[in-house]
């Protein structure tokens, strides 16, 4: 089984041997509305934990979406360019982001598992 | 990502509007706007809410907007001392676009005023309503009643349903020209409707008694035809239908000629004068003014958001983002914004720095939709 674990910020990151998917979570996008746009990184980008990885923009505003661990970009969702409305309908299955090589599994250690993360959005209300 | 709640947390005491608990019923997501505790959108969501005001009819509470009545002799020519709108001219249950205006031709504020007998109502924006009050109050002569009309909501219905829904309540109303006004009742509770509003479609708005709005919205709800509408797309319609939002789009620091408003400076004012900054305006109006307000397609997917820089295609700054977001109706991200006056023939190329990288854009023609007042 994948270890799935998610952030503070609402991302969350799937395990898969030595590479991870990285989306938002159903409650972020909940909280954003209709989602119109994404920018995703290049392929080969690195990108740093806690730091820009990707832009969503719903009608309302931008958001910045942070890697919830370091790596390199491998892959990334095209099919959001035509269909950005993906991340609403299915924020954890096809409205994945982005594909990570990690530099360090062990960052994943710092994170939720989904019990603690649902917990703290209940906290946010 | 960065933190989606956009309701701010802070001490500022919100006013609300007789709608309030509807809004809440009807599960609005609300947020603080200009004082007020506000609906930016409902179940449906913004996307959704938009198209169905384009498609079918829409009702959006306005009660936040100030509703001012002016009285006493001769308040129409005084009151025309502050505007560079024709108000002499305007026929009774007629209304008019215009502007506060500053000494310098800035925009003070923008609103709608309408004929009612001797005297006008206007109606203004929320956040600008103590302004505006404070400046009638000041420069309008001690002959003059301003009147705030606290204890009154207003609704807007708008939408290509908009007329068949309004009718089944008011007799007639689907004849009444646009930008109009009738006195009429509702339940026996006299009401002013206008045909006017904010989304580029057909529609009208209704000013009546505050204790009478929450039913009479849920009446309106009950029709096939309508949904309740937020800010949300309240915002998305008006920017796609051209239309200017105070403290975005205008502001003192604008004049009408650079915001492409010189339509609302009636014929006999160009000639006569007589308003704030009447030297500045008329003189921008013969030599064109240095900088404009245009409407901008980027020619990808990404939005421009209010402040994202223009530039030419050589990189040299020319403008600014004023509104910029998704057109739901058009598809594909949509902005007006100022622009030197070099660059503001419709087609002119120009480049959008949206997170640090230029986008290409196109400075085009508004509105981004055709507008689809009411013609008889």
Partial sequence: MSLLRFTRDHEWIRLDGDFAVVGITDYAQSQLGDVVYVELPEIGRRVDQGKEAA????????????????????EVNDALAADPAKV???????????????????????????????KFVEEQH | MTNPATIAATAAPFERTALYPLHCELGAKMVAFAGYEMPVHYAAGILAE?????????????????????????????????VPGDLEALAPLRMRYTLFLNEAGGILD????????????????AARKEADLAHLRGRLPQAATVEPLLDRALLA????????????????????GFMTAAEVELDGRKCLVTRSGYTGEDGFEISLPANAAEGFARR????PEVLPIGLGARDSLRLEAGLCLYGHDIDETTTPIEADL???????????????????????????????????????????????????????????VTSGGFGPSVGGPVAMGYV????????????????????????VRLPFIPARYYRG
């Fill in chain 1, 55 to 74: 832009v969503v923009e719903s009608v309302k505003a931008a958001s910045e979406v942070y890697a919830p661990a370091s790596g390199e970009v491998v």
């Fill in chain 1, 88 to 118: 609403n309908a299915d924020a954890m299955g096809e409205g994945w982001f982005l594909k990570l090589r990690l530099a360090d599994a062990k960052e994943l250690d710092g994170l939720l598992d989904e019990e603690a993360y649902r």
């Fill in chain 2, 50 to 82: 938009h198209l169905h005001t384009r498609s079918q009819a829409g009702l959006f509470d306005v009660s936040h907007m100030g509703q001012i009545r002016l009285g006493g002799a001769g308040v129409v020519t005084t009151f025309e001392a502050l």
């Fill in chain 2, 110 to 125: 923008d609103l709608m005023a309408t004929r009612i007998g001797d005297g006008l109502l206007l109606v203004v924006n």
């Fill in chain 2, 157 to 176: 219905l708008q939408g290509p349903a908009a007329a068949t829904v309004l009718s089944r309540y008011i007799a007639g109303v689907g004849r009444l």
């Fill in chain 2, 220 to 223: 309106l709800l009950a029709e």
């Fill in chain 2, 262 to 320: 010189a339509w609302t400076i009636g014929k006999r004012r160009r000639v006569e004068g007589g308003f704030p900054g009447a030297a500045t305006v008329l003189r921008q109006l013969r030599e064109g003014p240095a900088r404009k307000r245009v409407g901008i397609r980027p020619e990808g997917r990404a939005p421009a958001r209010e402040d994202t820089e223009i530039a030419d295609p050589q990189g040299n700054p020319i403008g600014r």
């Fill in chain 2, 340 to 363: 030197d006056r070099d660059h503001a023939a419709e087609g002119t190329a120009v480049e959008l720095i949206v997170r640090g990288v230029p986008r290409p854009a196109r400075v």
